[in-house]
């Protein structure tokens, strides 16, 4: 079945560093998203990445999807301990099925 | 609000003894799924509904059921817990079928003994 790898599964970077987080899929995909997970709260959407070779920009975040649409990174410039918690990418397989493969999530600590 | 309620948000419950976790959402949304969230495993799929009275397996079905006889509402059923069902369960709903963004509820935290 698809798998979508997320690596890495930890990150603690030093407040003002930058962080970077990628998935690979197994299959190619028809759209995907990513979400973020703060500590004891629930998955919140972040963005959706549909064509090949789009990047999307949002404040300090910047998100990419692959040309051959297997793959996607979220790159976090300048963290800031609000940027603390689990991210997430969902990926949704290409082909009319209706079911989402997430990654395994990237848990970011952020030290002050 | 827009908003997805899970219910209950913690229980503890014996091997054995049927459960129903229930989830409703007032966005008026086709699709809904229910997700278990392991340390080391992510968020994995259960079951997932594309509208009323359509409903699918996801990644791991086994020992669990689903209805969807409303569109508002999609209550996960365990008809014979196991302790390997202990976990972090979530409810989701969103407007289409993958290409709109999620919206999960609060998490209902099941242990079972």
């Known amino acids: 079945g698809q798998q979508v790898m997320q690596i890495p599964q930890y990150q603690h970077v030093q407040e003002g560093e930058d962080f970077t987080t990628y998935c690979n899929s197994s299959?190619?995909?028809?759209?995907i998203q990513w979400y973020k997970q703060r500590p004891g709260g629930h998955p919140v959407f972040l963005i959706q990445?549909?064509?090949?070779?789009e990047v999307k920009k949002q404040k300090r975040l910047t998100f990419q999807f692959g040309e051959a649409k297997k793959n996607s990174s979220l790159h976090i410039t300048a963290t800031q301990t609000t940027d603390v918690g689990t991210y997430f990418c969902?990926?949704?397989?290409?082909?009319?099925?209706?079911?989402?493969?997430f990654g395994i999530g990237t848990k970011l600590q952020v030290i002050p | 609000e827009a908003q997805v309620t899970q219910n209950p948000r913690y229980l503890i419950t014996v091997t054995g003894k049927k459960l129903t976790v229930t989830c409703s959402q007032n966005?008026?949304?086709?699709?809904m799924s229910w997700y278990r969230q392991d340390p080391g495993l992510g968020l994995r799929q259960i079951y997932y509904?594309?509208?009323?009275?359509?409903?699918d397996k996801g990644d791991v079905p086994e020992g669990y059921k689903v209805s969807r006889k409303e569109k508002r509402n999609f209550p996960l059923i365990l008809e014979s817990p196991s302790p390997n069902q202990t976990s972090l369960y979530f409810c989701?709903?969103?407007?289409?079928?993958?290409?709109?963004?999620?919206?999960f509820g609060q998490g209902t935290r099941l242990t079972v003994v």
């Open positions: 989701a709903s969103s407007l289409g079928f993958g290409n709109t963004e999620a919206f």
């Open positions: 299959t190619t995909l028809s759209n």
């Open positions: 990445l549909v064509k090949s070779g």
């Open positions: 969902a990926g949704w397989m290409i082909g009319g099925y209706q079911k989402v493969t």
């Open positions: 966005m008026n949304h086709e699709y």
């Open positions: 509904s594309m509208n009323v009275e359509v409903t």
